[in-house]
């Protein structure tokens, strides 16, 4: 399945496509688009839309993308829920001692941002610290 979302992929941008491709659509490809554009793309390809207004999968209330993705397909993990609170900190400014690793992949997300303009190329290198931080939550959760 194709998923589309907004180019310029930042914390909730990289976090939904570590969460897709695990637990969700192995498969998946991801289109970074425009933002006008991720709706019409969508339609057009028959995929899935994220993290952008009107979007299949978008913020919820106070809730992430992340936590939308993980509410949606029943993903009853609870070390997802753990990383959920870290990656909703990360994501929602209001938020971001919500846990004290939010600041830190705040920090580490706007780094990326910043220094690798290319989406694709950012998914590459930060799927490994999604692993890390899953691995590191499941270590808390026992």
Known sequence: MKWVTRAGAKTDRVACPWLIKKFI?????????????VLEVARRE????????GAD??????R????VLIEEFRLADPVL???AKIVH???IEAD???VPEAAGLKAIAEGFYLSCPDDHQKL?????????LYAWCRHKTG
């Open 57 to 62: 999968y978008t913020h919820r209330g106070n």
């Open 25 to 37: 659509d192995p498969e998946a490809e991801f289109l970074f688009v425009p933002k006008e554009q």
């Open 81 to 83: 829920r753990e990383l």
């Open 124 to 132: 590459r290198l930060e799927f490994p610290m999604y692993d890390a």
């Open 96 to 98: 971001v001692h919500i």
């Open 46 to 53: 028959g995929g899935k839309s994220f993290d952008t207004p």
């Open 89 to 91: 900190g990360a994501d």
């Open 64 to 67: 992430c993308s992340f936590e």
